[in-house]
């Protein structure tokens, strides 16, 4: 599973909209939904916001470990 994938099931979890997760990480809506959309790759610094966001490690997020916790 890719990082997109995971933060797409990480936010259904959380029952968030992108428009929510945009405001809280500062991310341009349209770019995240290119990234769940597999559009366009995620950069390092993006995937830190998001699994600072998550609480999840950078590792989990982008699908290197199934552990979710830092």
């Keep these: 599973m890719n990082a ?3 933060t797409k099931k990480l936010r259904e979890e959380k029952g968030i909209k992108l428009v929510e997760l945009s405001k ?3 991310i341009h809506r ?3 939904s290119r990234y769940e959309n597999h559009i366009t790759e995620i950069g390092s610094k993006k995937l ?3 699994a600072n966001y998550f609480h ?3 590792e989990y997020l ?7 916790n830092r």
């Design 30 to 32: 349209s770019t995240l």
């Design 62 to 68: 982008g699908g290197y470990s199934n552990e979710r």
């Design 4 to 6: 997109m994938n995971r």
């Design 24 to 26: 809280a990480t500062n």
């Design 48 to 50: 830190f916001e998001l």
């Design 56 to 58: 999840v490690s950078m």
